[in-house]
């Protein structure tokens, strides 16, 4: 018997979605609403596919940057048609519920924010990866206390739907469709947020020491075969191998000469 290349890969098993709540769409068209484990625990639901390796991909860079993420997760659905995987984001406990499109209400909470440099990191993974949706609401605050005792706010970035590969090859740093992510870094002075040079250029010396064989090995393979095929997976490091650097000296030169927050 020979071993297909299909096989060289495990069935998986994926936490079972056994109750849904479709209506409780939290914002976006792609957004499959609240889905529920039997032992309670809760995945907010959106398709696989390469949405779903785009917020594989967003969350690994970030977590390789030390930015917190939210947990990205493979789970099952009962489709019309049998068993499905889509992509689950497992709900974060604590979330510091406002009213995140206010910035008064976000000054507040930044005077007390323990890692506000995540943005200025964030802005790194964003233009590398073409995502132009990082607004205001793609962030999440939770209650946190740093290690030196002291209570305030910690950021969690979530929502990569619309980055590379979602988009492939990722949008040109300053050629994004949608306003958002450079929006958002107007209001950075006004929020009491100051751009961080040394966290950006950091960010990007590790996004951009980071090989094919990192996505490859530590992304794209637990995902091949259930979010994508093996060959699409190979077009993917491709790109990644010959124009990641350039997408991250192409966001360089976007902050040095002038557009910048
Ligand atoms: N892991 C999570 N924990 C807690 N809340 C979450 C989580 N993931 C998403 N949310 C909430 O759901 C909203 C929508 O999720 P998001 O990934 O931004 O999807 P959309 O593509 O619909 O904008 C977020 O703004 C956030 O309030
Ligand atoms: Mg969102």
Redesign the pocket.
Known sequence: MTLSASSLFLPGIYPLITSRDPLQ???????LGMGYTEHGEQ??L?PGGMLGVA?FVGARISEACGIPA??PTIVTIQGINGPEHVFG????SG?HKFD?SNPRQWQSIMNLCHNRRAFSAMLAIDLTLGND?RHW??W?VQPTTNHHGVQGFGLRA??F?RAWPRRHPALHPLRHEAPATWNATRNWELLGVTFDWIAFYSACATISALPATWLSRSVLTPLTGVFLTSSQADVLCQWWASSLQTQVIEAIYSLENGVRP
């Open positions: 769409t939290l914002t976006g068209k792609d957004n995945y907010m959106k917020e939210c947990q984001s497992r709900i974060e979330v995140q949706d609401r793609n999440l979530l929502d739907s």
